[in-house]
Each structure stands twice: as structure tokens, then as C-alpha cells.
């Protein structure tokens, strides 16, 4: 179904009640409702580090910055890659989520090295739901870092839910599970109905109680 005139407020609505806009790739000026039979989810409580990139959270290559160029996120996820050579991000994307950043309903994580972003992700906040809606990485294991200190920041400020919207092999690794479309959304309606904090974290700790003490 077309979306005309989507506003930032009418967005946030969308997503709590489940569904959530794409466009068919960035060209395009036409934006969709989507409401997936079976929904992705990353469970916060049994979220999976791989070992290798466990000692690579640890040694901390990377300088973890959170909202410090969230317009900056988005345009690097929606630019093409050998491996995805189209995206769903287009202009109407870019504003929406722009405007909703700017109302504090959308964040993202960003990896910088070298005064250079190397990787994030970004997505939205609503209630104790986080709504994961893209990632990019410019070198290796950026993204998943970001992933790993998101997870653990969603954890310690007191969410519930962590939408991945699909399954993908990348996200496999990290324990994501396809549920139905009604228990997603019993899933959805308990995480709204409760009031997380994303900014006030000390995300020292929880990495470390993300992390715990496995090598």
C-alpha cells in the first residue's frame, strides 16, 4: 500500500502498531507499509557475541559515539555496495527518520576511527522498543561492533524488544529468531507499555555486562 504525505508523528504510530515503510530502492518516490508474517527479532536477553568478535568488543578498536552524526548514518547505509548494490533508503527515508531523530524517537551508533565514521547503524526508539532499520560498515567488524554496543546499551537502559524486522544469515550469527506476526506483536505491546532510557547508560558497564567474563 502507498504512503502519501507520511509525517514523523504518523510514523511513529505505524511502528506501534507493527509496521514499518521501505521504498522498492533510493530512486524511488513511492514508500510501502510492511507487516511481515514473521517478524525478525534480536532477544536482548540471549543475544549471541562470537568469540572472535568478543576479543574485538574488548580490545576496542574503534570510538563508540552514539547520535553524533545521525544524518551521517542513514546516507552511509543507503549508499551501494558490491553486496548490495540497492537500498530501500530514499529521500523520504532520509527526512522521516531525520525528523524523527530530531524529536529524540530515533538514534544511532556510530564506529569512528581516525576522525573518519567506519560503521553504525541507526533506528527507532518507542517506549522499550528499538525498531533496528539498517547498518553499514566501511571496514571489517565496524557494524558488528556497533550492533554488540547497541544491544548492550538497550539492555542496561531497560528495553524489551529489539526488532530486526527480518532474518538475515548476518544477523543469524548473533541468535536472531523469526516469531509470528501475533507474537511479535504481544511482544511489541508489553515493550511499549514500558518507559526505557537510551542516553542516560553508562555504556562502560554495560558492555561489560553484556560481555560478562568469557574470553
Request: proline share 5%.
Amino acid at each position: 500500500m502507498t504512503m502519501i504525505d507520511l509525517s514523523a508523528p504518523l510514523l511513529l504510530r505505524a511502528y506501534a502498531a507493527g509496521i514499518f515503510p521501505m521504498a522498492e530502492s533510493a530512486d524511488s518516490e513511492e514508500l510501502y507499509w510492511f507487516d511481515p508474517e514473521r517478524r525478525g527479532i534480536l532477544p536482548l536477553d540471549g543475544f549471541h557475541v562470537p568469540r572472535k568478535l568478543r576479543k574485538t568488543v574488548r580490545r576496542s578498536p574503534f570510538d563508540l559515539r552514539f547520535d553524533s552524526d545521525f544524518r551521517g548514518v542513514i546516507e552511509a547505509c543507503a549508499e551501494p555496495t558490491p553486496d548490495r548494490p540497492k537500498t530501500w533508503i530514499n529521500a523520504d527515508i532520509l527526512r522521516l527518520y531525520t525528523d524523527l531523530f530530531q524529536m529524540g524517537c530515533a538514534h544511532s551508533v556510530e564506529c569512528w576511527s581516525g576522525g573518519r565514521m567506519v560503521g553504525g547503524l541507526y533506528g527507532v526508539s518507542l517506549g522499550g522498543a528499538f525498531f533496528g532499520e539498517s547498518m553499514f560498515s566501511r571496514v571489517t567488524d565496524a557494524s558488528k561492533v556497533a550492533l554488540v554496543h547497541l544491544v548492550a546499551r538497550l539492555r542496561a537502559g531497560g528495553y524489551r524488544l529489539l526488532d530486526a524486522q527480518f532474518v538475515t544469515e548476518h544477523l543469524s550469527q548473533f541468535g536472531a529468531q523469526e516469531i509470528p506476526r501475533a507474537e511479535y506483536r504481544r511482544r511489541l505491546a508489553a515493550a511499549l507499555a514500558v518507559e526505557a532510557d537510551f542516553r542516560g547508560v553508562d555504556q562502560d558497564r554495560a558492555i561489560a555486562g553484556l560481555l560478562g567474563g568469557e574470553g
